[in-house]
């Protein structure tokens, strides 16, 4: 990737995005509370009815050149996203509710709002899903497909995707489906050959998710995780995702407790505030809080949220201010509470000369209203990255980290997780493959 310097700036030597012409097809892996939500979204909003808040695709802005040339377009209009209009949806799940009445069982859209784009809602049905209770064993599912081993299930939804593939002009794949039983990687997979034979055998170290992601990326399409699940950060997928110019990002969408860590946690370290402890407890009722009951899904989700504090604080470069931090988390179902979900923090920090201080939090958020935003976002950048030379290849959009719990970087090099950071590598990124001068808000020009 080659680079010139413009007034001590980076950018890009012109590159040429595709159009987003046609139709994107978006491939849904699971019609449960995020992604019914996030559909039933986009049909509001493409008829006036809501507004996208929360979309940074959508709402957000990008500063072009220097503070004084006022020049903030929307990021819609700056690079060549699909339109809404131009979105369709299918997927798979394991139920055979149609998605008006997933959402309708899901309770987080009110039913007035269901009813106006009920006929349209009604239209999309999900095709048979790829489902193993050993993987999530709080659910059982109806809506599944059958095969004689994996590689069959894999080739199933390889066909899934080629039927789609004729009715729309490009497609990408999201999984909104629900937590899978903690997995660490194998032999299985560190390469594609190791996995297909892995396939043949119906090897026990291959999830659902990675049947889902390894159809997908060998069939050219990008593939976004909103799960903790070990899916797409293994060498099977890299080489996979590079050889077809697939784009893959991170794992775990950042919606509520996880969001806040991003912000504060940067801050005490910006001021150099210590922190001894980071108490952090969840309840939610909806069907995510019923898997994460069970605790071997309770240990990904786990490992995806306790990995934040480390990254950000850096406790070896700072022992004395985060050495012998104690960090907990906890969720809990509680079925009254459904999708609205409830997060406490207790933070204890200290700061001059050792002196305690407390912080509590108490966030009551609705998860899946935080969640279909983030969906939209990842499909519209995912389709972008597929169609712009700079990134395709690249195999991991670690510029996308902004939306992820987990993101992932190359094997080696520690991920970002402090959201600000996140946001202006985004940027930055979107600045770089459209040519345009990279921000470092020094400002000293402007007092020479």
């Not at 040429?16 to 509001?44: D, F, H, N, Q, S």
């Not at 489902?131 to 994996?150: A, P």
């Not at 958020?365 to 030379?389: E, Q, Y």
Request: aromatic share 10%; glycine share 8%; hydrophobic share 40%.
């Amino acid at each position: 990737m080659s680079i010139v310097k413009d007034g001590g700036q980076d950018t890009a030597p012109g590159s040429r995005i595709l159009p987003a012409t046609g139709k994107l097809g978006v491939m849904v892996v699971g019609l449960g509370a995020v992604a019914t939500t996030l559909i039933a979204g986009v049909e509001a909003v493409r008829r006036g009815i809501a507004k996208p808040i929360g979309s940074i695709t959508q709402m957000g802005t990008i500063r072009l050149g220097k503070r004084t040339d006022s020049c903030t377009p929307l990021i819609h209009d700056f690079v060549p996203l699909a339109k809404l209009e131009d979105v369709i949806f299918t997927g798979w799940d394991i139920f055979e509710d149609n998605v008006y009445e997933a959402a309708s069982n899901a309770k987080v859209l009110d039913k007035d709002l269901l009813q106006q784009i009920k006929p349209f809602l009604e239209t999309i049905k999900p095709l048979p899903a790829v489902f193993d209770q050993y993987y999530v064993k709080r659910l059982q599912g109806t809506n599944v497909k059958k095969g004689k081993n994996k590689r069959d299930l894999a080739e199933q939804v390889r066909a899934d995707i080629r039927e789609f593939k004729k009715t729309v002009d490009r497609v990408v794949m999201i999984w909104c489906g629900s937590t899978e039983i903690y997995l660490q990687p194998q032999d299985v997979h560190a390469s594609v050959a190791a996995f297909e034979k892995g396939l043949d055998e119906s090897d026990i170290n291959i999830a659902p998710s990675m049947i889902y992601a390894y159809a997908a990326l060998s069939e050219g399409i990008p593939f976004a995780n909103g799960a903790p699940n070990l899916t797409v950060d293994l060498p099977v997928m890299l080489e996979l995702s590079r050889k077809n110019s697939a784009p893959i990002c991170g794992k775990d969408f950042k919606t509520g407790q996880t969001l806040i860590k991003t912000v504060l946690s940067p801050a005490f370290k910006a001021r150099m505030l210590g922190v001894s402890g980071w108490y952090s407890t969840n309840i939610l009722g909806n069907r995510d809080g019923e898997v994460l009951d069970d605790p071997e899904s309770f240990k990904t989700k786990e490992e995806s949220k306790l990995g934040v504090l480390d990254f950000i604080l850096q406790p070896d470069l700072y022992p004395d201010l985060y050495g012998n931090i104690y960090h907990k988390v906890r969720i809990n179902y509680y079925p009254p509470r459904g999708d609205n979900k409830e997060g406490w923090d207790n933070i204890d920090i200290f700061g001059w000369l050792g002196y305690p201080m407390q912080i509590k939090v108490d966030f009551l958020c609705r998860d899946s209203i935080l969640a279909a935003p983030i969906a939209l976002d990842l499909i519209l950048f995912m389709d972008m990255a597929k169609r712009t030379p700079e990134l395709k290849d690249l195999g991991i959009q670690e510029w996308l980290s902004f939306f992820f719990k987990s993101p992932m970087t190359v094997p080696g090099l520690y991920p970002e997780h402090d959201l600000f950071i996140q946001s202006m590598k985004l940027k930055n990124t979107l600045r770089y493959i459209k040519g345009e001068q990279l921000i470092t808000h020094l400002g000293l020009e402007y007092y020479d």
